[in-house]
């Protein structure tokens, strides 16, 4: 691949790749071509089901001697308690569960107001109003408790993942071998299905908020312990002499110079740790965590798209607005007043806030629709939406196009690709994969993908693994044909790629659950349902890194080969989107994970691959096959992952970009 | 000027960085040079130097990059262990130091200034400054009385609420120097303290801090790149080049007796009568007659006098009393060149 190397030795080496690679095709067309002739033996095609290890029987075993005999469960279960009261109290805060400390529910208007003044102090007019703009849209919508169930879990969640990150971090950073045993868990634990994670949440945590609570919080640690000693490890040399010069013990480094001075990078890991949290809380409904997320699955499975919408638009606007008022946090810096300014003046926005707050709080004891918006009171529209969205679907035109598009993808395109990749041999399937690691990154990578993907193999599970790779690999290339050209064209004028930019960032805050809604809407309860809404998740860092790789090209280089006269086309082909290539292939790759963990979700519209199993095991308590299941995925993934940010990493540094 | 004990000193002293520096250190044979050592995998960042610090003196390390000065002083505060040899601060070896009382050394007697500052990002000019005070556990008020007479010395009045990234480079440096000092150090470490400064300003900032040595009188390592600033601040200069001393000596005899080539290069260029003095030109058993001179006046100071001056042999006077005479060709020779 790499043809125009520079140096002799890496260009013999990949050389030898591109032969490696060339080899193993040949050995798998061979392979092909005798099953399609009907001469390979049938052990050759598949596994015979007599070889496939019971790894879902062993892992049950090894699963319950850790819980039962080693007391594991007894363990849990008893942080449990802990969790638990947490919860009830956060959750009598928020909507009035009748629990300790029995104050609850803080009043809508109380709390509009407070988020709004937050806002407005992280980040003027504009955050004020999208805060107290968001609470007041779900009061009036009719959803602030449904709402208020889902943040209970996020405030607890959040912070519990903050703390747990930041100490992993902290001691990542000072003992290597925490970050050696750190890491590669923290890859496996990224590309995880997060039904993998439900389930023994909810063997060892009990069903319903504590279990979600637990999934949530484990699923948002990784990022934050990535950042916390990304930051540490970024201080400056100079910064640490002058904290020891000062005689500082080690805690105090630790406390008033490392931490400090790392705040940026842990504040951003804050930003993610919510992020990641409001996506996984409301994943949680599948394991039964009421709220927004339980709510938008029920609509959805009844096929209500008005409501669907509309608590749609309700997750959507709780996303930007979390992740507006926490990146407005990590660019806040501290500002000082002038001497002699009186206290009230230097707490002004807290005065404000607790004044509003005990105000409205008051309020709010007499009135009662300052309390809450009682039942037929909201001024919710689900079903004058709902007749809309299908009025709208039914008209002809409409209805011709999602049909014929349906028509068209299922028949000509899906079908026959989904078919073909069945009909591979598993033995020359694995080749396949074996010589596109080889060819992208070389032999290590292809060892890896030949042992990850045997065990995909001698699970048991392959069929339906295939099928998952071939709605993640259909749906990433339909992606990349629309999102490429989409990316190239807006790259080239700023404003355009700033607008992009700005769509793609907001909507890479979105929980992935809400991409299921379009898709349902428009192609109902189907195979391209599915495609459709993995196809508009994947799209999205496609874009965003197609336009950053463009736009990150040197000026001088472009400059260089205007004065060369090249037109814009020689130039995009030449000079712009090889630079920009490895920019690119990060896009490329996230898109492929993003494809996985969608995937996973869009199995509650009914698919066939390794995702219903899992969302099956979710009722039961298979936990040996919920695993097998999962670490099937998550191989699948890392395959990928490694193999693409291999060579994105040596495409950089052959371009001396790295 | 120099005190019976010194207040810093150090015996061969290396400081190795690799994989097994101690072993490399004791397998290692002697006289290998820089490179040889490089070749073997180690950089020699501290490389067998022995120099003593007097009470009230200032040391001025001069060196390019990469020739060890900053290793050294590091060194001198126990930043980085050593790798061999002794370093003892006032008798006492730091090596063998327990980690609580090296904290304590450091904050009683140490100060250091950083070339790009080091200050923390997240407190205001105030809270930096009395940040060493805060760490050895004195309350909010001492604290606070002490951290504003600082800044008054630094000349910073006004400016105790900004926060580090409100402040120009020079006033950033004076918060660190500030900090640096809050403690009342014996020993001052500045390391390259102007040199991420523009050029006006680091001349005043040389001015001011030639003030306030004179107010405070410390014992003071300071580490520089520039051979003028060494010459226009130094009572010694010690040259280094590759972790070793090439000399060091008082700038009169450095720019008068070049030791070795390398220090030849930096004294080229030097007008020599600008810095020696006539202290250094005095024979003492000499006395000549008529108007004496200061000791520390410079050629250059006396300059039109000499040309004027008939007289072979010029009184030399410090502190009142004749401490010698001064042969009027040499200092001629020194304003004119010597004649060959």
Redesign the interface.
């Known amino acids: 691949m790499s043809a125009e190397a520079t140096t002799l030795p890496t260009e013999r080496r990949s050389f030898r790749n591109g032969q490696n690679a060339a080899a193993l095709v040949g050995i798998a067309i061979v392979l092909t071509a005798l099953q399609y002739s009907g001469l390979l033996p049938g052990w050759l095609h598949r596994l015979p089901e007599a070889v496939i290890p019971n790894f879902a029987q062993w892992l049950d075993a090894a699963f319950t001697f850790i819980k039962d005999d080693l007391g594991l469960l007894a363990l849990t279960r008893f942080l449990t308690e802990g969790l638990e009261w947490l919860l009830d109290v956060s959750g009598n805060l928020f909507f009035g569960k009748r629990r300790f400390p029995n104050l609850g529910p803080i009043p809508w208007t109380a709390l509009a107001a407070v988020i709004a003044v937050i806002g407005y102090y992280l980040g003027g007019w504009k955050l004020a109003l999208l805060g107290g703009g968001t609470m007041v849209w779900t009061a009036l919508i009719g959803q602030w408790k449904i709402t208020m169930q889902t943040v209970s879990v996020l405030a607890i969640a959040a912070p519990l993942a903050f703390v747990i990150g930041l100490s992993l971090g902290i001691a990542a950073w000072k003992y290597a071998w925490v970050d050696r045993v750190v890491k590669p868990v923290l890859s496996v634990l990224q590309t995880l299905p997060f039904f993998t994670y439900l389930l023994p949440a909810v063997i060892f945590f009990k069903v319903g908020p504590t279990a979600g609570a637990v999934a949530t919080t484990i699923y948002a640690i990784p990022p934050m312990i990535l950042m916390t000693s990304l930051g540490l490890k970024k201080v ?1 040399p ?2 640490v ?9 080690r805690f ?1 480094m630790l406390r ?2 490392y931490i ?2 790392a ?1 940026t990078e842990i504040l951003v890991g804050v930003n993610q740790v919510i992020m990641l949290c409001l996506a996984m809380v409301v994943l949680t409904a599948f394991i039964g965590m009421p709220g927004l997320g339980a709510k938008l699955l029920a609509m959805m499975g009844s096929f209500k798209l008005g409501r669907s919408f509309e608590i749609g638009v309700t997750i959507v606007l709780l996303a930007v607005m979390l992740d507006r008022m926490s990146k407005a946090w990590v660019v806040k ?7 002699g300014t009186p206290f009230w003046r230097r707490h002004q926005m807290l005065i404000v806030g607790a004044s509003l707050f005990g105000g409205l709080t008051l309020i709010s004891m007499v009135v009662p629709l300052f309390a809450e918006i009682g039942r037929g009171q909201d001024f919710s529209q689900g079903k004058e939406l709902d007749t809309l969205i299908k009025a709208f679907l039914n008209i002809e035109w409409v209805k011709a196009t999602t049909g014929f598009l349906r028509a068209f993808l299922n028949v000509q395109v899906l079908i026959p690709f989904r078919n073909f990749m069945l009909s591979i041999p598993t033995p020359a399937f694995i080749l396949l994969v074996a010589a596109f690691a080889a060819a992208l990154a070389g032999r290590r990578e292809a060892i890896y993908a030949v042992v990850f993907f045997s065990f995909v193999a001698l699970s048991g599970w392959w069929d339906r693994a295939i099928i998952t790779l071939y709605s993640v690999v259909s749906a990433v290339t339909l992606a990349a044909l629309i999102g490429l050209p989409i990316g190239i064209i807006a790259a080239r004028k700023e404003k355009w790629a700033t607008r992009i930019l700005l769509v793609c960032d907001t909507a890479q805050t979105f929980p992935s659950f809400v991409y299921l809604i379009p898709a349902i809407m428009l192609f109902g309860i189907t195979d391209v349902a599915v495609i459709f809404s993995i196809l508009i998740f994947a799209m999205v860092p496609l874009i965003r890194y197609t336009i950053e790789g463009l736009r990150s090209v040197p000026e001088e280089m472009t400059e260089a080969s205007d004065m060369a006269g090249a037109t814009r086309i020689q130039k995009l082909w030449n000079v712009q989107l090889p630079l920009a290539l490895p920019t690119m292939a990060v896009g490329f790759n996230q898109a492929i994970m993003f494809a996985f963990f969608m995937v996973i979700i869009a199995a509650f519209i009914g698919t066939q691959d390794l995702g219903q199993e899992l969302q099956r095991t979710l009722a039961g308590t298979d936990l040996g096959k919920n695993f097998v299941l999962g670490i099937c995925v998550s191989l699948m993934a890392l395959t990928f992952d490694m193999t693409i940010m291999k060579w994105a990493h040596n495409k950089k540094r052959l371009l001396g970009l790295a | 000027m120099p005190a019976d004990t010194p207040v810093i000193s150090c015996k061969n002293v290396w400081k190795i960085f690799g994989p097994d520096p101690k072993g490399f250190l004791k397998s290692m044979p002697a006289g290998m040079t820089f490179d040889e050592i490089r070749a073997a995998g180690y950089i020699a960042g501290v490389k067998d130097v022995s120099i003593d610090v007097h009470k009230g003196e200032m040391l001025v390390i001069m060196g390019l990059s990469g020739s060890g000065k900053s290793t050294l002083v ?1 060194c001198f ?1 126990r ?1 980085h262990d050593i790798t061999g040899g002794t370093i003892s601060v006032e008798g006492q070896d730091i090596m063998s130091l327990a980690e609580k009382d090296l ?2 050394l ?3 007697k ?3 200034v ?11 000019v105030l809270e930096n400054i009395a ?2 005070l ?3 556990g004195q309350d909010k008020h001492t604290r606070r009385e002490r951290a504003l007479e600082v800044v008054k010395l630094v000349g910073l009045e ?1 400016r ?4 580090p ?2 402040l120009s480079g020079g006033q950033q440096q004076r918060v ?1 120097i500030a ?2 000092l809050a ?1 009342e150090p014996d020993i001052w ?1 500045l390391d390259e303290p102007f040199s991420a400064l523009d050029p006006l300003i680091r001349k005043e900032m040389q001015n001011e801090f030639l003030r306030l040595q004179k107010l405070l009188n410390k014992t003071i390592v300071f580490i520089t790149h520039d051979f003028d600033e060494a010459l226009r601040l130094a009572d010694r200069i010690a040259i280094m080049k590759d972790g070793a001393v090439e000399q060091c000596d008082t700038p009169d005899r450095i720019v008068q007796h070049p030791a070795t080539d390398y220090v030849r290069k930096f004294t080229e260029d030097v007008d020599k009568a600008r810095v020696v003095h006539a202290g250094v030109l005095a024979l003492a058993n000499e006395t000549g007659e008529g108007t004496p001179v200061d000791a520390s006046a410079t050629v250059h100071d006396m300059a039109r006098m000499l040309v004027n001056d008939a007289r072979d042999m010029i009184p030399v006077m410090q502190n009142e009393i004749i401490i010698g005479a001064m042969p009027r060709k040499d200092a001629l020779d020194i304003l004119l060149g010597s004649e060959t």
């Not at chain 1, 810096?333 to 001497?339: D, K, S, T």
């Not at chain 2, 950083?114 to 205001?124: M, V």
């Not at chain 2, 105790?160 to 926060?163: A, G, I, M, Q, S």
């Open positions: 400056s100079e910064v002499e002058a904290g020891k010069m000062s005689g500082c013990t105090q008033h110079v400090p001075s705040r810096q501290p500002e000082h007043f002038e001497r | 590091r505060s930043l904290i304590e450091r904050r009683s140490m100060g250091m950083f070339q790009s500052f080091g200050l923390l990002p997240h407190r205001s940040f060493p805060e760490m050895r006004g105790e609420d900004y926060f990234r409100e660190g900090r640096s403690i470490f």
